[in-house]
């Protein structure tokens, strides 16, 4: 059974960072492309940030260039996001999904709050 398994997302004030981790499990991670979808409360989904299997080749909502960054390590199965300089608006359930493959992962919260 493919597993996507969030970590990272918690409180955070203003201004502050966290990082978002996605290990993938039971699919050729290395063959794909991975993205970042957030649902905030009472809204849609919205695509954050893709990677290309590679890495060498990123995508990124206007709402968050510049403070987010995706990465991924093949060798770990594991794909990033990078979230600085968080504003209260990402407060959102952060998904890590392989769109191709249509999986998902079952989300970790990110709050940003004082």
């Known amino acids: 059974q493919v597993q996507l398994v969030e970590s990272g997302g918690g409180l955070v004030q203003p201004g502050g960072s966290l990082r978002l981790s996605c290990v993938a499990s039971r699919f050729t991670f290395s063959s794909y492309s991975m993205t970042w979808v957030r649902q905030a409360p009472g809204k849609g989904l919205e695509r954050v940030s893709d990677?290309?299997?590679?890495?060498?080749?990123?995508y990124y909502a206007d709402s968050v260039k510049g403070r987010f960054t995706i990465s991924r390590d093949n060798a770990k199965n594991t794909v990033y996001l990078q979230m600085n300089s968080l504003k209260p608006e990402d407060t959102a359930l952060y998904y890590c999904t392989c769109t191709a493959l249509g999986y998902w992962g079952q989300g970790t919260q990110v709050t940003v709050s004082s």
């Open positions: 990677i290309n299997s590679g890495g060498g080749s990123t």
